[in-house]
């Protein structure tokens, strides 16, 4: 195919483009490819999915609270000007994500941010100061002892003239060093001499990152105020490495500082929420489980707008392929029992949303071994047992929160299943989705999809809501529930 000058394209396209490039980890060419060849086939859905990258888009730029320009002429929302005068210190690690830190200065320019670079030595072995300098239209920042840069206490400086303080990628070393308080370097002092927020977003290996000392940095460092965006789980750019330690996409580490700088009243400010997200693994033996196709998309953005509107929010999730939310302490969990567990030792809470789409049974009889497959045996019998009703314990609970909100996913009888649920789990509202093939969203379907379409149970009645974006059932949502929490006298 002839080669595409995505130069040429108008900015709105490239937003457009730019956003799912990201999405699928693929180059802005490679999707416009893509999506020429789909439209050429004629396949269907692509229409559905530029609506819904737009209401993305919407949602990430904030087009809704109408302060993001709205490009001339075409009526669409751009997200230029969401950063508008907004000034980021980013710090780049010593780390191969080190290369996606130049496309996040980029995205942070577009928004309307100032961006002053500091490299830390083994940053520059990744890429280089020229590059970070281009891309930032600014001197980049590398050397403790500059003449320079020190003779106004360069290190100080830089944290005052900045509105936030942006560590991407985070190595585990610059974690360790900040978590006990090492200056040894300019990236280190900077981090030791601020008094600006700090958003960190980590990238190692996954041994790296699951190393005991890493998670008791990261205990410290959240302790002490530091925020995270990431890491995911996925493919590492070393060869045959996979797991959690993956960094943040950049869009995702731009909506991170867009949530840090939101400077918008937050009415759920305060309030402790508890979230539980994604599914439940129930081993068979050390190998196999029981699992179900929940992807963790909706219960991740519903915590995500809660922390948006000011709550503390407590997300339990269960095993999923997605970041922590930016702004969310996260716990991670396997299975049912060890949700319920999570759960009732965050409480007592203001309200709790149970999203997570809990395994009804488990097996009774583990193993502790790989079941073997014997020749003539046939297939080992599983004897399930009933998972603990996270939702209608904490439905009846002696510190039952003040709202408590379930979902039903149901394949038939949406309405009634919902109410049934609304009576018997004690819960104030119950937000309801088909997710039955005949949902009609999507091939992907509302189970590990990106659209939703619910319904709303309470004991007012029902309310329909139109089919969306899960970003903007759960912006809805959350909304909801700051109205419903300002009504509740404690
Ligand atoms: C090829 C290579 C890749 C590396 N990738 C990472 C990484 O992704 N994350 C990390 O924490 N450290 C990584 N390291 C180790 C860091 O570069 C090393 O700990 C360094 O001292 C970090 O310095 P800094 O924290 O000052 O940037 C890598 C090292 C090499 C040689």
Known sequence: MASITIRNLDDEVKDLLRQLAAENGCSMEEQARAMIRAAVEGRAGQADRIDQIEKTL???????????????????????G????????????????????????RRLRERGASVRVVMTAAAQEFVTTLSAGALSADHVFTELFDRNDEHDVGHIRLSREADLLVVAPATADLMAKLANGHANDLASTVLLATDKKVLMAPAMNPRMWS???????????????????????????????????????????????????????????GRRIIVTSGPTHE???????????????????????????????RLVSGP???????????????????MKEAVESLLPADAAVFV????????????????????????????????????AGVGHHSRRPGLVVG??????????NAEAKLRKKGADLIVANDVSHESGIGPSGVMGGDRNKVRIVSKSGVEEWPEMGKDEVAARLAALIAERLATIVV
């Open 58 to 80: 919407r949602a990430l730029t904030g087009s809704e609270r109408q302060t993001a320009p709205v490009s001339a002429g075409s009526g669409k929302p751009s997200v230029r």
């Open 82 to 105: 969401t950063l508008s005068g907004k000034r980021i210190l980013l710090i780049i690690g010593g780390g191969i994500a080190a290369y996606k830190a130049l496309d996040l200065i």
């Open 211 to 269: 190393h005991p000392a890493t998670r008791r940095n990261r205990a410290t460092l959240l302790k002490d105020g530091i925020a995270f965006v990431g890491p995911a789980k996925g493919e590492m750019a070393e060869s045959n490495e996979a797991g959690e330690g993956r960094m943040a996409e950049p869009l995702e580490i731009v909506a991170a500082i867009e949530a840090m700088l939101d400077e918008r009243p937050k009415p759920l400010a």
């Open 283 to 313: 081993p068979i033996d050390p190998v196999r489980y029981i699992a179900n196709r929940s992807s963790g998309k909706q219960g991740h953005a519903i915590a995500a707008a809660l922390a948006k509107l000011g709550a503390d929010v």
């Open 320 to 338: 999923v392929n997605i970041a922590d939310p930016a702004g969310v302490a996260t716990t991670h969990v396997e299975t049912a029992v060890e």
């Open 356 to 391: 997570a789409a809990v395994a009804d049974w488990r097996t009774a009889n583990a193993s502790g071994e790989k079941i073997k497959k014997v020749a003539g045996e046939g297939p080992p019998s599983l004897k399930m047992v009933e998972n603990p009703d996270i939702l």
């Open 407 to 416: 979902f039903a996913a149901e394949t038939q009888d949406l309405i009634g």
